[in-house]
């Protein structure tokens, strides 16, 4: 199971794209890349997951690097609801295919 | 995707007592996890429950202290007990997707637990 490393905290400007980094260098050929968020101490939040092929849905995009040893997300217009405790996940196949959460990046948006 | 109602939000419990938190989700799902989430720290998981069998623990976390029910494909329980202020936490329960873990997994709002 792939271990993921994140950068502590990042801020971003309103309305400027976020880009979150993640290093998952020890991850296998079939194991996804899942982003969640969580807010507040609210329950984590799923944003996008991905293979190999980069994604995009209506909350972010993810660019997984062609070896997916590293990927980024990326909140284009990011606001003040979008601080948060940004993840990168992978699965842990150990305990049933449960989410493996690391320390994650804490994003602050600012006015 | 899953809706989960979790109970209760927060509670306050007395040291040497113990807490028992609900997860009741809307559809039938196989698995359910439970996570810890520590004051200030990210989640780990404490159990993997499957309808039907025991619940299989995470290293540091034994059925003695976090017994867990899954009566049905739609709800179970986590007690917490002989609570001490170490166990001050967020406890979560989640699902995976209906499709499977590639269509996202879904958290409940959260158990906010203080021992005094």
């Known amino acids: 199971d792939a271990k993921t490393t994140q950068p502590p905290s990042m801020d971003c400007a309103e309305g400027r794209a976020a880009n979150l980094p993640c290093n998952h260098s020890t991850i296998s050929g079939n194991e996804y890349v899942y982003w969640y968020r969580q807010i507040h101490s609210q329950g984590p939040q799923y944003i996008i997951h991905g293979l190999k092929n980069n994604e995009t849905n209506e909350m972010a995009s993810l660019i997984i690097t062609e070896d997916r040893k590293s990927s980024t997300l990326i909140l284009p217009h990011a606001t003040l609801r979008d601080t948060a405790v940004y993840y990168c996940t992978t699965l842990n196949s150990n305990s049933g295919y449960a989410l493996n959460f690391g320390k994650g990046t804490s994003l602050l948006v600012t006015p | 995707s899953a809706v989960i109602s979790q109970k209760p939000s927060r509670d306050i419990c007395q040291r040497g007592t113990s807490l028992t938190i609900q997860c009741q989700v809307d559809s039938q799902v196989t698995m359910m996890f439970w996570y810890r989430q520590q004051p200030g720290q990210s989640l780990t998981l404490i159990a993997t429950a499957n309808q039907g069998s025991e619940a299989t623990y995470e290293s540091g976390f034994v059925i003695d202290k976090f017994p867990i029910s899954r009566p049905n494909l739609t709800f179970s329980t986590l007690t917490v007990s002989n609570l001490s202020p170490e166990d001050s936490s967020i406890y979560l329960c989640?699902?995976?997707?209906?499709?499977?873990?590639?269509?996202?997994?879904?958290f409940g709002s959260g158990t906010r637990l203080t021992v005094v």
């Open positions: 989640s699902v995976e997707g209906e499709a499977g873990p590639n269509y996202g997994y879904t």
